[in-house]
């Protein structure tokens, strides 16, 4: 059963195969929403790939899936118009050359510009900039960044932020659209202990919130459903096998083509 909050995410046998091998294979996923969903491998197995398939970014070659009940790949537009992505290096990088503020008031143009015509011409201006507004601040506190504490407040330079700094920016402009699954990879990358803590827990207000969250990383902390896309992984009690056991060079070559890909659309 879907929400209107969260999506459910269900998929079987699902894979997605290129010019020189599988970018994933194998992956059965059955989660309600407002479930957080790690996607858990080593690099080059595909992980990325998977996240990218679910949220509508790429084309499965294998297997069924759907996102709240919208099939893949039939319903790839509308399933990338419910989910939000966050951080993909390659594919949604920050604009290192601007500053938090503009960063934000971009994506909420963009946001704005996505809600179709017809709907923000109904609006006066001055009720669409009191709502973008309201819609930044209300994606900066989901995301747990307080633009007061960074160094020169909204002013500060995108470059200027650390990793943990960015991670918040980047969910915090996937945020802005309310999307019904929030992903987002690298979940772990660069990050002490305290600050993976600090991003799982985010993770997870995300969720209780209602919110279907997918999140890639190299190691999922316990109490999460995990999806593996480790060769030889054995599948999760909460979820189906995600790989392969015969997993080739090519089948790393096939992840690393699809992602090249993905980054060109």
Not at 105 to 134: C, H, I, M, V
Not at 135 to 140: E, K, P, S, V
Request: glycine residues 12%; contains cysteine; proline residues 7%.
């Amino acid at each position: 059963m879907d929400s209107p909050h969260g999506a459910a995410v269900k998929a079987e046998d699902f894979g997605l195969r290129g010019p020189r091998g599988w970018a994933f294979r194998g992956v059965d996923v059955d989660a309600a929403p407002g479930t957080l969903i790690a996607i858990e491998g080593p690099s080059g197995s595909g992980r990325t790939c998977l996240l990218l398939a679910l949220t509508g970014r790429m084309k499965p070659t294998a297997g069924r899936a759907e996102v709240a009940g919208l099939p893949l790949p039939k319903r790839m537009g509308a399933v990338r118009r419910i989910a939000g992505l966050g951080p993909v290096p390659g594919v949604n990088d920050l604009d290192q050359a601007l500053t938090v503020g503009e960063q934000l008031r971009e994506g909420a143009l963009l946001q704005r510009r996505y809600e179709g015509p017809l709907r923000a011409l109904l609006r006066p201006p001055g009720s669409r900039g009191k709502e973008a507004a309201a819609r930044i601040d209300a994606a900066l506190a989901a995301a747990g960044l307080d633009p007061e504490a960074l160094p020169k407040g909204l002013r500060t330079s995108v470059r200027d932020l650390d990793r943990l700094e960015a991670v918040r920016l980047s969910l915090a402009l996937a945020l802005l659209g309310s999307p019904r699954l929030l992903a987002l990879d690298d979940a772990d990358l660069k990050l002490s202990d305290t600050e993976r803590e600090e991003v799982w827990e985010l993770l997870r207000s995300i969720a209780a919130a209602g919110t279907t969250v997918l999140a890639v990383c190299s190691q999922a902390p316990e109490g999460v459903r995990v999806v593996r896309t480790a060769p030889g992984a054995e599948p999760a009690d909460t979820a189906g096998p995600a790989g392969a056991e015969d997993r080739t060079d090519d089948d790393t070559k096939g992840a690393d083509d699809a992602l090249a890909e993905a980054g060109r659309a």
